[in-house]
């Protein structure tokens, strides 16, 4: 059998570099942590509380954002404090939008890591250890996610995925549910009667075995709101988005906003003009 060589894991401090060498390593190439396409936004971002955040990075593709927080050996209480508190600061200044609070250390140990996880279940964190490794006198930096909270986005074309019950959405995200049933109330006009099909990533609005929306569960009350548009219809649909100053991501035929129960009751004209976009799309 062919030997492998064992390579040797180094702290960066050990290497002679510091904290501000790993932030620059990231905003200088965001790719690195795995975590997508991300633009950097900005570095060393001054916070109201009068901190600062290390690192604002966002994904061009739905305009979501990651705030990332890096420190050197072990995470502690306090790097978990600040990195959960520039959240909330970002979340504040861009409440349509999609947040990830980011932590990055070089050891995330049992403790902590426990702490990270139960706190995952009520805010967006992911967890990111940052590693020198050297082999045959190269060194090498390494990141290696320990806790991702990233749900896959579904297209919701399918009603045949693993369904789950209402009980199960009332544990996971009540507010999916009532976003969904309050959908259902406004639109039925439009829409017609309809069920609500229950998978483990999203709520779906169905009606005739078709998707006509699907809902994905966001943090804060929000819901990631998906429907299919006909192509004659999407340079319409996006107008209209664009009017109502709402951000989009257009995805083959389908387009996504972020939005909440107050949104679709104050704003009930523009989601019924959705609705009749969405029906068309599958009564054509």
Sequence with gaps: MENIAIANQL???ECGLDEYWLQDQIYNNPNCLGLGELDAIDKERRQSSGGRLDILLKNPEDDSMFEVEVMLGETDES???RTIEYWDNEKRKWPQRQHYAVLVAESITRRFFNVIQLLSHSIPIIAIQANIIEFNGQKSLNFVKVLDTFEEIDDGSSINSETFDEKY???KA???IETATILQSELSEVIGETTL???KHYIAITSHN???FWLHKRSAGKVLFGFRVAAHLMDEAKELLDENSISYVHKRKSLRITTDKKAI???KEL???IAQMASEYWNK
Aim: glycine share 0%; charged share 10%; net charge positive.
């Design 11 to 13: 702290t960066i401090r």
């Design 79 to 81: 790097h978990i404090i």
């Design 169 to 171: 959405w009332q544990s």
């Design 174 to 176: 009540q507010w999916v």
């Design 197 to 199: 099909n229950y998978t």
């Design 210 to 212: 078709n998707n006509l």
């Design 265 to 267: 009751r104050s704003n």
């Design 271 to 273: 989601f019924v003009k």
